[in-house]
T-cell receptor, first 114, second 108 residues
Framework: DTGVSQNPRHKITKRGQNVTFRCDPI?????LYWYRQTLGQGPEFLTY????????KSRLLSDRFSAERPKGSFSTLEIQRTEQGDSAMYLC????????????FGPGTRLTVT | AQRVTQPEKLLSVFKGAPVELKCNYS??????LFWYVQYSRQRLQLLLR??SRESIKGFTADLNKGETSFHLKKPFAQEEDSAMYYC??????????FGTGTRLLVSP
């Protein structure tokens, strides 16, 4: 197990296009989180899954954003009609009760909207 | 309001000097606090959490509820400690609220 993985690592898109990111958590981790980090800021919480259930969504997550975790394993985060303000690093983390719910982070997907 | 404040963007010290990275929080519940570290070109990783009361890589942090602080300290900084440090608060919905981070630069 190499830890949390995210794909792609970098994405450049034009304003108005849709993008989708994927996160593969550590095996057996039942909780999965998405965060967004902009320059000079710490990560900001977007949403959280326990197994396949999405339990909380931040107000930062506008209607253009949707996240899924269909089988309780990998997750996808889709942004529709991207805007320049969506440019950021998108981080995924996973955790498990067996590890005291320590959140392990992936390397992130850097999105640039031109 | 749930908020974490790290007042210093950059802290620059010489090798062997003591280090204190400041963190203050605002939270109405019982706080659970963490320090995360990000070394150059690496992912964010947990350094320590207050409930474990451990010392990791020589770093310690004590939760002071009266001052609502969770400052990170190390008596003798090493060059390999140079990194970005984030203080984080775990809220009731299992989400982490992060501060803006402090870049620690340890010079030889």
């Amino acid at each position: 197990d190499t830890g949390v993985s995210q794909n792609p690592r970098h994405k450049i898109t034009k304003r108005g296009q849709n993008v989708t990111f994927r996160c593969d958590p550590i095996s057996e981790h039942n909780r999965l989180y998405w965060y967004r980090q902009t320059l000079g800021q710490g990560p900001e919480f977007l949403t959280y899954f326990q197994n396949e259930a999405q339990l909380e969504k931040s107000r930062l997550l506008s209607d253009r954003f949707s996240a899924e975790r269909p089988k309780g394993s990998f997750s996808t985060l889709e942004i529709q009609r991207t805007e320049q303000g969506d440019s950021a690093m998108y981080l995924c983390a996973s955790s498990s009760s067996t590890d005291n719910y320590e959140q392990y982070f992936g390397p992130g997907t850097r999105l640039t909207v031109t | 309001a749930q908020r974490v404040t790290q007042p210093e963007k950059l802290l620059s010290v010489f090798k062997g000097a003591p280090v204190e990275l400041k963190c203050n929080y605002s939270y109405s519940g019982s706080p659970e606090l963490f320090w995360y570290v990000q070394y150059s070109r690496q992912r964010l990783q947990l350094l320590l959490r207050h409930i474990s009361r451990e010392s990791i890589k020589g770093f310690t942090a004590d939760l002071n509820k009266g001052e609502t602080s969770f400052h990170l300290k190390k008596p003798f900084a090493q060059e390999e400690d140079s990194a970005m440090y984030y203080c984080a608060l775990l809220t009731g919905f299992q989400k982490l609220v992060f501060g803006t981070g402090t870049r620690l630069l340890v010079s030889p």
